[in-house]
């Protein structure tokens, strides 16, 4: 029984016994086991691993012990970031040398670029890192400066998801491997006295740790008098862990966010407003949210940024909710803005109908995310787009920046909505409707949605214009014609309306266009006639030589259609009185011819060679109107006469100036 109770005494004693037998056995000199190229990675492996199972309380290290674990540390880390290698170097002056001298500081003769050292095998990664622990431990008494800053310096190994530079180059496999090292290296700064504070301040603000190891050394200012100084100026930084550090200590600190710290930092008068927003987001409190938000009413850019970003870095459920309510309330448009692209950017739904919104923003970003959310969003934006193009209320500005949107919805329901616009009072309202209609014009029920409205408003406002340029231009002769099968049909209000305002350029499409064959002939000469309607109303009608010439034209036109009526007459039964006033008539009608036909030759003899030009071109004018009547089909000719008509001229008058005398 003491045979076996001596045992297990022996077995619980050996850590004690082999913790103070050992303190005498860890050589460091230059002939020891640790960093010993000449050793095996074995050997060193176990004496690394030995030390680090040693209490090193019971461990007395002498100055010089402690000078060579810092060369040791200083000599053997992985790589060491220096912040002055990429900073170019100043060229050597060789204006004072003689030439040999210059040509033994040749720069280019003198470049030697040196290989990069090999990289470590994982094997030899594996021990290092277990070497480095065991000095960090060995060391984790000292607080010297030298030593304190060296073993910081190990915290600047990469993170697993950190882009390492090529001078830096570990594998990707090696990377977690550090994370002893790191883990050791903080145990001992964690461990250090407040007034070392001065190092970790200055390893932070150089840039060389990774963010995520800067942020493990956020709590040590915690223990530093005016630690909260510190703190407020890492809020500034962009990193999102290092500020997340920064909120979680500066709120377990300040509980409420009513506490003067905060309050100063707010005052618009603070050179430092722009820090205030991540701390103030921290706090689950309505009245801090609306104190951080209208922190986006403040002049200055680099607050406007900084309160936004703070909004972005991290949401939460509570300040979705908190972003939904508020918008419910008045706000400044750039607060509104704000909450309207802190809910785009998270997908909530509320967002589909404010987005639009975002499309006026100042900054060019911000309106390309809304503009890339609309297009994202496609059939779900949709009816927000009508509610919002039919709305009255909707100003022009945001109007002209929606339309656009509905080129992406080319259907029958948009095509009602646009139609309205189309005399919308500015321009370029109605112009962005004319787009929308240019693109979906070859689909038959806008064809027929514009027919309608065309014959119905068939008047000189602006939609019943572009209607008609639309249809004439693209050469759709449904315009012009009614019916499904009979082409030829005319819608005769239409003609002539089109014949009144449409130009030549159209015509000439659209006649190009027309089918059938004999449409296009009746076009033609319909527009011709027109044209030649035109061209005599174009000319000085207070001619005097064109003036006779009209009145005898209806004195001609009047004996015509007495001889029509005499004719008549003869061959009914009348009585003789009624028969000598119709012949009367004809007399008097004669004399008034013969002294019209006088007069018109006189004042032709007389007239300039003006006037006698504009008579002439008169005279053939209405000889090609003439003409072209004669070349209509009989069933063609009332929309001719229709049309003399609303000139003032008559096919009877017309052929009554052909009976002028020559002259």
């Not at 200012?221 to 630690?227: K, L, N, Q, T």
């Not at 321009?427 to 027919?451: G, K, P, Y």
């Not at 259609?561 to 008549?568: H, L, N, S, T, Y």
Request: proline share 7%.
């Amino acid at each position: 029984m003491n045979r076996y109770f001596l045992r297990i005494m022996i077995i619980l004693l050996i850590p004690f016994f082999g913790g103070c037998l050992s303190t005498k056995n860890v050589n460091l000199s230059e002939t020891g086991t640790l960093f010993n190229n000449n050793r095996s990675f074995d050997a060193r492996e176990v004496e690394a691993m030995r030390i680090l199972r040693l209490n090193i309380d019971r461990i007395e290290l002498r100055p010089e012990d402690i000078t060579r674990l810092q060369d040791l540390l200083e000599t053997n880390m992985f790589f060491v970031p220096n912040p002055e290698a990429s900073q170019k170097q100043e060229p050597i002056n060789t204006d004072n040398l003689p030439s040999f001298g210059k040509q033994e500081y040749d720069e280019n003769r003198m470049r030697r670029p040196s290989p990069p050292p090999p990289a470590p095998s994982r094997r030899e990664t594996q021990v290092r890192i277990l070497e480095i622990q065991a000095v960090i431990r060995l060391l984790s008494r000292d607080y010297s400066p030298r030593t304190f800053l060296l073993i910081l310096e190990q915290l600047s190994y990469p993170m697993p998801e950190e882009e390492l530079s090529p001078n830096q180059a570990i594998r990707e496999e090696d990377r977690d491997m550090y994370h002893p090292i790191r883990e050791e290296a903080l145990r001992y700064v964690y461990s250090a006295d407040a007034e070392m504070y001065p190092y970790v301040w200055q390893i932070i603000q150089s840039g060389r740790l990774p963010p995520q190891m800067s942020a493990r050394l956020v709590p040590f200012f915690r223990r530093v008098p005016h630690g909260a100084v510190y703190l407020f100026t890492l809020l500034q930084r962009e990193e999102t862990v290092i500020v997340d550090t920064v909120v979680q200590e500066l709120a377990s600190i300040y509980p409420d966010h009513n506490n003067p710290q905060l309050k100063e930092i707010l005052d618009p008068a603070r050179f430092n407003q722009h820090i205030a927003g991540p701390w103030i987001f921290s706090y689950e409190d309505s009245d801090a949210f609306i104190l951080g938000i209208n922190l986006m009413n403040s002049p200055d850019p680099k607050v406007q940024e900084a309160t936004k970003r703070a909004l972005f870095r991290r949401p939460t459920p509570w300040l979705t909710q908190e972003a939904v309510n508020t918008l419910d309330t008045p706000q400044t448009p750039a607060v509104r803005m704000l909450l309207i692209e802190f809910l785009a950017r998270q997908n909530h739904p509320l967002s589909l109908y404010f987005i639009h919104e975002l499309l006026l923003h100042p900054q060019s970003s911000v309106r390309s995310f809304a503009h890339q959310f609309i297009i994202t969003a496609d059939a779900t934006y949709y009816p927000y787009l009508i509610e919002h193009l039919t709305n009255p209320d909707t100003p022009e500005p945001l109007l002209l920046a929606l339309m656009p949107y509905t080129l992406n919805f080319l259907r029958l329901s948009t095509a009602e909505v646009m139609l309205p616009l189309l005399d919308h009072p500015t321009s370029a309202v109605s112009v962005q409707s004319q787009q929308f209609f240019r693109q979906i014009i070859q689909q038959t029920n806008i064809q027929e949605l514009l027919l309608e409205t065309y014959r119905q408003n068939l008047t000189a406002k602006a939609s019943t214009l572009f209607i008609m340029e639309l249809f004439m231009s693209n050469g759709l002769t449904q315009i012009i014609t009614y019916g499904k099968t009979e082409k030829e049909l005319v819608y005769e209000p239409s003609l002539f309306f089109l014949l009144t305002h449409a130009n030549d350029d159209l015509w000439q499409t659209s006649i190009t266009q027309a089918k059938p064959a004999t449409l296009q002939v009746f076009l033609n000469r319909i527009v011709d006639l027109q044209r030649l309607i035109q061209s005599s109303r174009g000319i000085d009608q207070t001619n005097n030589i064109i003036q006779i010439s009209k009145e005898l034209t209806e004195v001609n036109r009047k004996l015509q259609g007495q001889r029509e009526e005499q004719q008549r007459l003869f061959n009914q039964i009348i009585n003789n009185r009624d028969n000598n006033q119709s012949l009367d008539n004809t007399q008097e009608l004669r004399h008034q011819r013969d002294q019209l036909t006088v007069a018109l030759r006189q004042n032709f003899s007389r007239g300039n060679a003006q006037q006698k030009e504009a008579f002439l071109r008169y005279q053939s004018i209405i000889q090609e109107i003439n003409t072209s009547l004669l070349s209509l089909r009989v069933d063609q000719r009332p929309i001719a006469e229709t049309l003399l008509r609303r000139a003032g001229l008559s096919t009877e008058w017309i052929q009554s100036f052909q009976m002028l005398p020559p002259l």
